[in-house]
């Protein structure tokens, strides 16, 4: 079983919709839950992160992070076409030093 | 700040050759990691340093080797190029113990 997993889409929306990212995990020490964005041929760049459970909002991005279920979350609100890339779920436990643990990715399409 | 810069940006190589990749930052990052990014997999620990002179394997080390002896430049090196490590290889930086990981722009290898 893979330490996390994320739906890789391809997802398709119109401009202005709410957007739904999810990821899954298995390590109940993760702490830290990072959303990295990586448009195509380029890499990654942090958008989010959050420590510990709870909602962090940043313009029109949230993250949720639901430690009990093992389950975060990343919201985008009135969806832009420039917000097409993958989107990158990432983890990782303070105890064992910087190891991150990245999901698949979820392709993105906003469609003007 | 150029921030992380990796050379080359594309590479081909015959099996059995040997390679080094290079990545270098100017942000004074204790923390450099090597990731390779490959189809449904995601973005997996090759190597990765907490310091000049400072080491250790991540999840995918087997094929590859790193040093680490200037806090700028952390070389990857492939000792005898295989069809299986053809990817997309990111080198990362950042404080050590912070979650904001900086990527580079990537190399594409190819190994025939």
């Known amino acids: 079983q893979k330490e996390v997993e994320q739906d890789p889409g391809p997802l398709s929306v119109p401009e202005g919709a709410i957007v739904s990212l999810n990821c899954t995990y298995s390590n109940s020490a993760f702490q830290y839950f990072m959303w990295y964005r990586q448009y195509s041929r380029k890499g990654p760049e942090l958008l989010m992160y959050?420590?510990?459970?709870g909602n962090k909002e940043d313009g029109r991005f949230t993250a949720q992070v639901d430690k009990s279920s093992k389950y975060i979350s990343l919201f985008i609100r009135d969806s832009q076409p420039s917000d097409s890339a993958t989107y990158l779920c990432?983890?990782?436990?303070?105890?064992?030093?910087?190891?991150?643990?990245f999901g698949t990715g979820t392709s993105l399409t906003v469609i003007p | 700040n150029a921030g992380v810069t990796q050379t080359p940006k594309f590479q081909v190589l015959k099996t059995g050759q040997s390679m080094t990749l290079q990545c270098a930052q100017d942000m004074n990052h204790e923390y450099m990691s090597w990731y390779r990014q490959d189809p449904g997999m995601g973005l997996r620990l090759i190597h990765y340093s907490v310091g000049a002179g400072i080491t250790d394997q991540g999840e995918v080390p087997n094929g590859y080797n790193v040093s680490r002896s200037t806090t700028e430049d952390f070389p990857l090196r492939l000792l005898s190029a295989a069809p299986s490590q053809t990817s997309v290889y990111f080198c990362?930086?950042?404080?050590?113990?912070?979650?904001?990981?900086?990527f580079g722009p990537g190399t594409r290898l190819t190994v025939t």
């Open positions: 990432a983890m990782s436990d303070p105890n064992t030093g910087n190891q991150f643990y």
């Open positions: 990362a930086s950042s404080y050590t113990e912070t979650y904001e990981q900086y």
């Open positions: 959050t420590y510990s459970s």
